[in-house]
T-cell receptor, first 111, second 115 residues
Framework: SQQGEEDPQALSIQEGENATMNCSYK?????LQWYRQNSGRGLVHLIL?????REKHSGRLRVTLDTSKKSSSLLITASRAADTASYFC???????????FGKGTRLSVIA | KAGVTQTPRYLIKTRGQQVTLSCSPI?????VSWYQQTPGQGLQFLFE???????NKGNFPGRFSGRQFSNSRSEMNVSTLELGDSALYLC??????????????FGPGTRLTVT
């Protein structure tokens, strides 16, 4: 079963624009992670944000977490064609529980 | 360090057969997780092994099983294959020991097609 739900399901933007993807989840979490997947391949870890953190940056990525709203957002600034991929959020609870993934947002960046 | 490797990369099997997939984690990683990815259900957790013990199990029938060896390499087996088992099977390893899942490092996956 999916814990996270990404929104939108698909997003198409021009190169250079910013892309924002949202993730909502249902239960209390320990950590929330974002992953990228290029077509039919393995996932690549982008960023991990802990439940006591509100914002995190990594290069052109900015992740926010609002535990009161049970939501997170991933912002990719100055997007490039190479950012075209599916993006997934994944959450876990404390106590060795497994990661639960959302269904992802498909991002297309048009050159 | 070498990344997570999975073999084989592609596999075609017939209904009723069984299949074994293999995963070699990053050196030093003791946790190995398996996921099934389909267009309809998305990414679903199968099981996780840590130090040769199954630590977590997802909601899959008993036809799906796995194991981990002393060198942390892991295999998963699916018996009596069904058409619905066609999927991308992903393996991920991590440094986690206890209490925190942490960052997962994924392999390229095995694409299983059941005909």
């Amino acid at each position: 079963s999916q814990q996270g739900e990404e929104d939108p399901q698909a997003l198409s933007i021009q190169e250079g624009e910013n892309a924002t993807m949202n993730c909502s989840y249902k239960t209390s979490i320990n950590n929330l992670q974002w992953y990228r997947q290029n077509s039919g391949r393995g996932l690549v870890h982008l960023i991990l944000i802990r439940s006591n953190e509100r914002e995190k940056h990594s290069g052109r990525l900015r992740v926010t977490l609002d535990t009161s709203k049970k939501s997170s957002s991933l912002l990719i600034t100055a997007s490039r064609a190479a950012d075209t991929a599916s993006y997934f959020c994944a959450t876990d609870n404390r106590g060795n529980t497994p990661l639960v993934f959302g269904k992802g947002t498909r991002l297309s960046v048009i050159a | 360090k070498a990344g997570v490797t999975q073999t084989p990369r592609y596999l075609i099997k017939t209904r009723g057969q069984q299949v074994t997939l293999s995963c070699s984690p990053i050196s030093g990683h003791r946790s190995v997780s398996w996921y099934q990815q389909t267009p309809g259900q998305g990414l679903q957790f199968l099981f996780e092994y840590f130090s040769e013990t199954q630590r977590n199990k997802g909601n899959f029938p008993g036809r799906f099983s796995g194991r981990q060896f002393s060198n942390s390499r892991s295999e998963m087996n699916v018996s009596t294959l069904e058409l619905g088992d066609s999927a991308l099977y992903l393996c991920a390893s991590s440094l986690t020991s206890s209490g925190d899942i942490g960052e997962q490092y994924f392999g390229p996956g095995t694409r299983l097609t059941v005909t």
